[in-house]
């Protein structure tokens, strides 16, 4: 199996086949070990451990999240309509278990589409959640909505026993990660990488293949983790996209994760596939 990034892992059992039991859904609001998700600040709340915060269920919550054994898990839709910003919460990223990151991942994803979904794509008239919050129906034309994910490919372009790492404005200073960019429609993801690629720092690769994926719910994307070869290794920076971009050696990898002092860059931090992808190159991309 391929590297398992955070958010990454099994987390609840989903339950498909509930969702389309209105009746069955109340039932396990109702159960006796049934319970749900507490948000803080527009995003579910973390515990003294790492752990999800929960409580008791109240009234009828529209989002059912799964099963967590014999325990239904539900979640009401947090208050408030505005996006997310990504930033505002990764300092959760670095308290929230492990084990519970792929249900904070999928509960915040599934809110953040609620939250921008209000109305219908079709005829622009108010959706209600559906399907055990797994889709909005619409009250009017009732065309039924359901949650979107979007592709991102994310790779590592290697030159002789060297990688391409690049950063962005936003970066923290000294950061330095994996290039990476939005599936276009009508692409491949072997060609988005090849694209993503020569429009950012101008190189030719091949033998592009895929290592291992992330889901991302800042609002709600799919990282593609991959690798490239490429066919040389001189650079034209796209400065729109980057603020630079460099070769690393083997070396200078090995010293940005363990934060050495001598490190010629700040790697990725661990929640990010991006670091996950760097650890699969140094173990030989097993």
Known sequence: MPPEPFFSGPGLDRADHLRVDPDAIRQLASHVLARQLIWENGAPAIGEFGQLRWETVTGSPPLFLGLDGDSPCFSH???GNAAVDARAHFQLLALV??????TFAAALSLANWHRRHGHCSVCGQVTEPNRGGWSRA???CSAEHYPRVDPVVIMLAEHDGRLL???QPHYPPGRYSALAGFVEPGESIEAAVARELKEEAGIDVTDVHYLSSQPWPFPSTLMIGAHAIALDDSLA????????ARWFTRQEVIDALAQ???ASFQAPPPWAIARTLL??????LK
């Not at 278990?97 to 792929?102: K, L, Y």
């Not at 920076?237 to 630079?244: A, P, R």
């Open 279 to 284: 650890e699969a190159w140094l173990d030989g």
């Open 97 to 102: 278990d492990v084990a519970e990151a792929p």
């Open 138 to 140: 619409c009250t009017s």
């Open 77 to 79: 839709l947090p208050d």
């Open 237 to 244: 920076i796209d400065t729109n996209e980057l603020d630079d």
């Open 165 to 167: 790492l690049g950063r």
């Open 260 to 262: 050495r002092p001598e």
